[in-house]
């Protein structure tokens, strides 16, 4: 027989494993399983719950549960939720239009990440900085963040980052009128995509638009 601290922990592990699959109603059904577990909160279950209800468009109740998982964590001393809790608020607020909010968070997330020397984490907390400073019409800032985030991405190992990454600096070379060098980019992350077997329409949105301006 499993712990409540192991039952917990499993729980937690599914609603990871669902997230990946895009199955995000189970995933919430087993970040439930994962709080009732115990009578303590969990911080990491309301982290991932976060995540789960902001990829549903539910803004309000991904605010509230990434409230919860920061509160827990502090209180916790969970470094790692922390971090990743300030990074599914900054998401809100920046998805909410608040981009001085998302920006601050982002910040925020960055430093823990880079204190307790998670690289992923630094990673999505660059790429993220680099969305909203895109969003906000500096291209060249966000062109350095998303060169720092495909750096880490690229050292880790981590192709779908990797492939993430080279597709935003791909959108920042379109928005500033370079097609040609915008398409070699985008290019790169669907041959990336393409070998670990991850469909991404929207990368095939901005190599449209890429090839109709060089048209």
């Known amino acids: ?39 303590t909160p969990c ?3 309301h982290s991932r719950r976060a995540s789960l209800e902001r990829c549903m468009g539910r803004m309000e109740a991904a605010r509230a549960s990434a409230e919860l998982a920061l509160a827990t964590a502090r209180s916790d001393g969970d470094r790692h ?10 998401i809100v607020a920046h998805v909410t239009g608040d981009l001085e909010t998302a920006r601050a968070l982002y910040k925020q997330s960055l430093a823990i990440q880079r204190a307790i020397g998670n690289r992923s984490g ?38 779908l980052g990797e492939a993430s990454s080279l597709g935003n600096l791909g959108e920042v070379l ?15 992350a669907q041959e990336l995509l393409d070998a ?7 990368f095939l949105l901005y190599r449209a638009e890429a090839l109709r301006r060089l048209n």
């Open 81 to 90: 939720i922390e971090g990743q809790s300030l990074n599914n608020l900054g």
């Open 122 to 159: 630094e990673a999505a907390s660059l790429s993220n900085l680099g969305n909203v400073t895109h969003h906000c019409g500096d291209l060249e800032a966000a062109r350095t963040l998303y060169e720092q985030s495909l750096a880490i991405h690229r050292a880790i190992g981590n192709r």
């Open 43 to 45: 911080a990491a279950a």
């Open 174 to 188: 379109l928005d500033q009128d370079r097609p040609a060098e915008g398409l070699v980019l985008l290019d790169q």
């Open 196 to 202: 670990i077997h991850n469909a991404d329409a929207e």
């Open 1 to 39: 027989l499993f712990t409540p601290t192991q039952r917990r922990a499993g729980a937690v592990a599914m609603a990871n494993v669902l997230h990946i699959l895009s199955r995000w109603e189970e995933g919430i059904a087993w970040c439930e399983r994962a709080e009732r577990a115990l009578p």
